[in-house]
């Protein structure tokens, strides 16, 4: 038991001396707990087969394989389409929401990014 304390204790405090680790990929899996995609840390999209499906740039544009844009995501959490029509937000408490403001959905500990291609753009990963 003194020894889980221990690491408890090792743990707790690399997170507080380095709170701003990066996270290098973020895995996403279906209610099986199967892969069924992952969003590398420079932005690629990849299947659950580690093909590219698709590219997230610097400034929050969402691009498919072909590296057409298919939506952006504004620095506000502000989702919007190709048209760049607003299609829905994410606020800063992880609160996904529809273009109505209604929520659909929470996304905690993951980049806005990240979550905007999961909830927005399935046709990226329905492939």
């Given at each position: 038991?003194?020894?889980?304390?221990?690491?408890?204790?090792?743990?707790?405090?690399?997170?507080f001396?380095?709170?701003?680790?990066?996270?290098?990929?973020?895995?996403?899996?279906?209610?099986?707990?199967?892969m069924?995609?992952?969003?590398?840390?420079?932005?690629?999209?990849?299947?659950?087969?580690?093909?590219?499906?698709?590219?997230?740039?610097?400034?929050?544009?969402?691009?498919?394989?072909?590296y057409?844009?298919?939506?952006?995501?504004?620095?506000?959490?502000?989702?919007?389409?190709?048209?760049?029509?607003?299609?829905?937000?994410?606020?800063?408490?992880?609160?996904?929401?529809?273009?109505?403001?209604?929520?659909?959905?929470?996304?905690?500990?993951?980049?806005?990014?990240?979550?905007?291609?999961?909830?927005?753009?399935?046709?990226?990963?329905?492939?």
């Amino acid at each position: 038991m003194k020894r889980l304390h221990f690491i408890f204790f090792i743990l707790a405090t690399l997170m507080f001396l380095m709170p701003n680790i990066k996270v290098s990929a973020q895995t996403v899996r279906n209610s099986s707990y199967s892969m069924i995609g992952k969003i590398d840390n420079n932005g690629t999209i990849r299947n659950s087969s580690y093909s590219m499906i698709g590219k997230i740039d610097s400034d929050g544009t969402i691009r498919n394989s072909s590296y057409s844009m298919v939506g952006k995501i504004d620095s506000d959490g502000t989702i919007r389409n190709s048209s760049y029509s607003m299609i829905g937000k994410i606020d800063n408490d992880g609160t996904v929401r529809n273009s109505s403001y209604s929520s659909i959905g929470k996304a905690d500990g993951v980049k806005r990014e990240w979550a905007a291609v999961w909830f927005f753009f399935p046709e990226l990963i329905n492939k």
